[in-house]
């Protein structure tokens, strides 16, 4: 089973600040196969980057996503005060289970 | 636009079966994967599982055969039973389709559409 690791747990920052978020596997996965979804208190998650670097429909294009092998990384170029919220990756593509990380809280400085 | 609708009962009792069903509106259910998610108050998600079109299903080994998915082409739902119930099971349950249908070239492996999420209760 493949474990993502995700970190920091919780960031504080302000609006207009870029950040950067960090998604660990314990194993080699497939750029394919790695998702980035964001979640506000009370909703469903919402997908945000889905093999790796591409921008699901209607995400604005300060959120980006990189990385490849155990890897990868989710970045907002200047934060908006919508931004704050949970974000979690996923693996989905190789061998279930098809897991989440623990998520990063993204919370107002 | 496809729109998901989780609904079942809101409290089930201990040691008991949950019965979820998941209502797809605006799109057809062929030729998708259709997953069930869940999150406990306050804590991350699990992927539980999910039915392709065809019946054909994969289940997160943490549920120790306690699940069973099926889909209905017929009413264009899927659903979720989970036996043996305890209150480690209570949590918020979500539905979700895969972003891209089977085959789409180049494919798109993520969950692209959820239900609102339904809140369930494990308690006597």
């Known amino acids: 089973e493949v474990v993502l690791t995700q970190s920091p747990g919780t960031l504080s920052l302000s609006p207009g600040e870029r950040v950067t978020l960090s998604c660990r596997a314990s194993q080699s996965v497939s750029s394919s196969y790695l998702a980035w979804y964001q979640q506000k208190p009370g909703q469903a998650p919402r997908l945000l980057i889905y093999?790796?670097?591409s921008r699901a429909t209607g995400i604005p294009d300060r959120f980006s996503g990189s990385g490849s092998g155990t890897d990868f990384t989710l970045t907002i170029s200047r934060l908006e005060p919508e931004d704050f919220a949970v974000y979690y990756c996923?693996?989905?593509?190789?061998?279930?289970?098809?897991?989440f990380g623990q998520g990063t809280k993204l919370e107002i400085k | 636009q496809v729109q998901l609708r989780e609904s079942g009962p809101g409290l089930v009792k201990p040691s008991g079966t949950l019965s979820l069903s998941c209502t797809v509106s605006?799109?057809?259910?062929?030729?998708?994967?259709w997953s069930w998610i869940r999150q406990p108050a306050g804590t991350g998600l699990e992927w539980l599982g999910r039915v392709f079109s065809t019946g054909t299903t994969s289940y997160n080994p943490s549920l120790k055969g306690r699940v069973t998915m099926s889909l209905d082409t017929s009413k264009n739902n899927f659903s979720l039973r989970l036996s043996s119930l305890t209150a480690a099971d209570t949590a918020v349950y979500y539905c979700?389709?895969?972003?891209?249908?089977?085959?789409?070239?180049?494919?798109?492996?993520?969950?692209?559409?959820w239900g609102q999420g339904i809140m369930v209760t494990v308690s006597s």
């Open positions: 093999g790796a670097s």
């Open positions: 979700a389709r895969d972003l891209g249908r089977f085959g789409e070239l180049p494919p798109k492996y993520a969950l692209g559409v």
């Open positions: 996923q693996q989905y593509g190789s061998s279930p289970p098809y897991s």
């Open positions: 605006g799109g057809s259910i062929t030729n998708y994967y």
